[in-house]
């Protein structure tokens, strides 16, 4: 028993000492750290001149962010009140970092397992678009907050909050509340109105999604002013009608009307080189795209005129011969995330490049072009014409429902779809009638 006991004994004390070598280590390396960081030089001047540039097609810049300057006094009491009551309440009260909201924070995160909630002040925040990247290291934490406490040091709470608001991303390649200001209303920041500066005070928390989704937008400056309300920075009968009133948008600004591209071409070059959306919008690379913009203008122009906005939509344009995107226009940020059938452009690789791979059509087989019934499935051509024979090459030129339809029924519907998957294409366990020629998909 004593035996046992000196084992148990001589495993807690040397257990003991590594744990203090471990803690003596990670204090040293952080009060390392602390050091450095605090001999760091700070100018809150200084704008983020780390901007992705745009091109369109012709290599013409798309969006413009011209580093517009905002003083503080160019601000109605409003405004800033809008950004302190969404952002940071006590603000003109903490010492650069907030430990109450931070824990507070950690312990909503925890039981929502998500991030669901932010600790950093506003203070904070300029510490990170200033001089911080986008990654959550502890290196980049102990930095932020060091630079946090140093700027509330050196600075009165009206130069961090200029600052702040000169750097901050609205979406729209905005950066700044003066450039965001004329994009969005096309007004300077002296002339924005409560809503309006409720509106800016909202898109921050996501600036790429909530800069298309309006809807979402609306809600978040909506919360704005009830927030403002709790800190009796408006009235009760001012948040009641403003939030009733609707926002008017500058919606012919080019940023406005690019917005869904840009979006689409960041996502995808994230993607391609392993980087976050922040980590570009917050890089100086130069990304070309294939955006034609008269093209972005006519599609953004017919589907807001067109399309019920109860409805989410999305419109593409694509050139055939290169397969390039001309234009791209959705009513959310991601928009595959709305579901919908393909419809006939997905006969020639469903219908048309499996019957030729299969030998069971040419260019020039003639297919019967006479309405008929499929098991009590009867497609109809669209220009309502039929024929007693059509040639592959006129079915396919045409899109004939009825032609495309009857190969399909050739060729069998499980060849026809282990070809379309040689496409990328993916189907439903319920995807095995007929009416998939017609892009009919579950």
């Given at each position: 028993?004593?035996?046992k006991k000196?084992?148990v004994?001589?495993?807690?004390f040397?257990?003991l000492?590594?744990?203090?070598a471990?803690l003596?280590?990670f204090?040293?390396y952080?009060?390392?750290?602390l050091?450095?960081?605090?001999?760091?030089?700070?100018?809150?001047?200084?704008?983020n001149?780390?901007?992705?540039?745009?091109?369109?097609i012709?290599?013409?810049e798309?969006?413009?962010?011209?580093?517009?300057i905002?003083?503080?006094?160019?601000l109605?009491?409003y405004?800033?009140?809008?950004?302190i009551?969404?952002?940071?309440?006590?603000?003109?009260?903490?010492?650069g970092?907030n430990?109450?909201?931070?824990?507070?924070?950690?312990?909503?995160n925890?039981?929502?397992?998500?991030?669901?909630?932010?600790?950093s002040?506003?203070?904070q925040?300029?510490a990170?678009n200033?001089?911080l990247?986008?990654d959550?290291?502890?290196?980049?934490?102990?930095k932020?907050y060091?630079?946090a406490?140093?700027?509330e040091?050196?600075?009165?709470?009206?130069q961090?909050?200029?600052?702040?608001?000169?750097n901050?991303?609205?979406?729209k390649?905005s950066?700044?509340i003066?450039q965001a200001?004329?994009?969005?209303?096309?007004?300077?920041?002296?002339?924005?109105?409560?809503n309006?500066s409720a509106?800016?005070?909202g898109?921050?928390?996501s600036?790429?999604r909530?800069?298309?989704d309006t809807?979402?937008?609306n809600?978040?400056?909506?919360?704005v002013?009830k927030?403002?309300?709790k800190d009796?920075?408006?009235?009760e009968?001012?948040c009641?009608?403003?939030?009733?009133?609707?926002?008017?948008?500058n919606?012919?600004?080019?940023?406005?009307?690019a917005?869904?591209?840009?979006?689409?071409?960041?996502?995808?070059?994230?993607k391609?080189?392993?980087l976050?959306e922040?980590d570009i919008y917050?890089?100086?690379?130069?990304?070309?795209?294939n955006?034609?913009?008269d093209k972005?203008?006519m599609?953004?122009?017919?589907?807001?005129?067109?399309v019920d906005?109860?409805?989410?939509?999305s419109g593409i344009?694509?050139?055939?011969?290169?397969?390039?995107?001309?234009?791209?226009?959705?009513s959310v940020?991601n928009?595959?995330?709305?579901?919908?059938?393909p419809?006939?452009v997905?006969?020639p690789m469903?219908v048309y490049?499996?019957?030729?791979?299969?030998?069971?059509?040419?260019?020039?087989?003639?297919?019967?072009?006479?309405q008929t019934?499929?098991?009590n499935?009867?497609?109809?051509?669209?220009n309502?014409?039929?024929?007693?024979?059509i040639?592959?090459?006129?079915?396919?030129?045409?899109?004939?429902?009825?032609?495309?339809?009857k190969?399909?029924?050739y060729t069998g519907?499980?060849?026809?779809?282990a070809?379309?998957?040689q496409?990328?294409?993916?189907?439903?366990e319920?995807?095995?009638?007929?009416?998939i020629?017609?892009?009919?998909?579950?």
């Open positions: 028993m004593t035996k000196n084992i004994f001589k495993i807690i040397y257990s000492i590594i744990l203090s471990v003596i280590g204090s040293a952080i009060g390392v750290k050091f450095e960081y605090n001999r760091l030089p700070i100018n809150l001047n200084a704008l001149e780390e901007r992705p540039v745009f091109y369109d012709n290599n013409n798309i969006l413009s962010s011209k580093n517009l905002c003083d503080i006094e160019e109605k009491d405004t800033k009140s809008a950004f009551s969404i952002e940071d309440k006590t603000f003109y009260t903490h010492k970092v430990l109450k909201r931070i824990v507070k924070a950690s312990i909503d925890a039981k929502s397992k998500s991030l669901v909630a932010g600790g002040t506003i203070t925040q300029l990170k200033l001089y990247s986008n959550k290291t502890l290196n980049r934490k102990l932020e060091v630079i406490k140093k700027i040091k050196n600075f009165s709470k009206d961090i909050l200029e600052s702040y608001l000169n901050i991303y609205f979406g390649n950066y700044g003066k200001s004329l994009t969005y209303f096309n007004k300077d920041v002296t002339e924005l109105t409560i309006e509106y800016l005070a898109l921050i928390n600036p790429s909530l800069s298309i809807i979402s937008a809600n978040r400056k909506n919360l002013l927030e403002m309300l009796n920075k408006i009235s009968n001012e009641n009608e403003l939030i009733n009133t609707d926002i008017i948008l919606s012919n600004d080019t940023n406005f009307l917005e869904n591209y840009i979006n689409a071409a960041v996502k995808e070059v994230a391609k080189l392993n976050t922040d917050n890089s100086n690379i130069k990304i070309y795209t955006l034609d913009l972005q203008k599609l953004y122009k017919e589907l807001n005129s067109t906005k109860q409805y989410n939509f344009i694509i050139d055939n011969k290169t397969n390039a995107v001309k234009a791209f226009v959705s940020q928009a595959n995330s709305i579901l919908r059938q419809g006939s997905i006969k469903l490049a499996p019957a030729i791979e299969h030998n069971v059509i040419n260019e020039y087989t003639l297919i019967n072009n006479e019934d499929f098991n499935y009867k497609p109809k051509n669209a309502g014409k039929y024929s007693k024979e040639s592959v090459k006129e079915a396919l030129s045409n899109s004939t429902n009825v032609a495309a339809v190969i399909l029924s519907i499980d060849k026809s779809k070809v379309a998957k496409f990328g294409l993916t189907f439903d319920n995807d095995n009638n007929l009416a020629a017609l892009g009919g998909l579950t």
